[in-house]
């Protein structure tokens, strides 16, 4: 597996894979990839195995310490040096899934994080990914504050 930072012309992959792993209400638009990667190219991290496209982690930067709604739709929350990676959507297509690859991507992420000098990473999910993101080092702060989609989630971080 190779993992590569994104480029706008990457953004119809991201945004395809993305209509595939969430629902229409939680799935991030082609045109808010678009503004993310014009504001903040570095939080795009994609994986493929050959050619093959596997799945993306898109995080910004900020100084907030936690995930809001806003977050995902406005772009210029990002904050330059900011003290945390915010990730808002960590996918791997189907197909792909179960094989180790989301974990392998995660850590990249991490490391980087790390390498760049910010105080962690903080990202929500669902229940059922609770394990998932736990085996890669974070730790679950409960339910959050987010109904991000008209969903549940939960708040969970990584800090250094």
């Known amino acids: 597996m190779t993992i590569r ?7 119809k992959i991201i945004s395809a894979a993305e209509a595939v792993s969430f629902p229409a209400a939680e799935a991030a638009s082609e045109g808010s990839f678009i503004r993310r990667m014009e504001l903040y190219p570095q939080g795009f991290w994609l994986s493929f195995e050959g050619d093959s496209f596997i799945g993306f982690v898109n995080g910004m930067e900020s100084d907030e310490r936690d ?3 806003d977050m995902y739709e406005n772009a210029r929350l990002y904050k330059k040096d900011g ?8 996918v791997t297509l189907p197909e792909h ?3 180790g690859y989301a974990t ?3 850590e990249r ?6 390498a760049r000098g ?10 059922h990914l609770l394990g998932f993101y736990q085996s890669v080092g974070f ?6 504050e987010s109904n991000h989609g008209g969903a549940q989630w939960y708040q969970m971080r990584l800090e250094f």
């Not at 992420?109 to 790390?114: F, G, I, L, M, S």
């Open 97 to 99: 899934r179960g094989k």
């Open 118 to 127: 910010k105080k962690g990473l903080v990202l929500t999910c669902k229940e």
């Open 139 to 144: 730790v679950s702060e409960g339910i959050s």
């Open 104 to 106: 392998k991507l995660m």
């Open 67 to 69: 995930l809001s709604d």
């Open 5 to 11: 930072q994104g480029t706008s012309d990457d953004i």
């Open 83 to 90: 003290a945390w990676e915010v990730i808002l959507s960590v």
């Open 109 to 114: 992420v991490v490391a980087d994080t790390k």
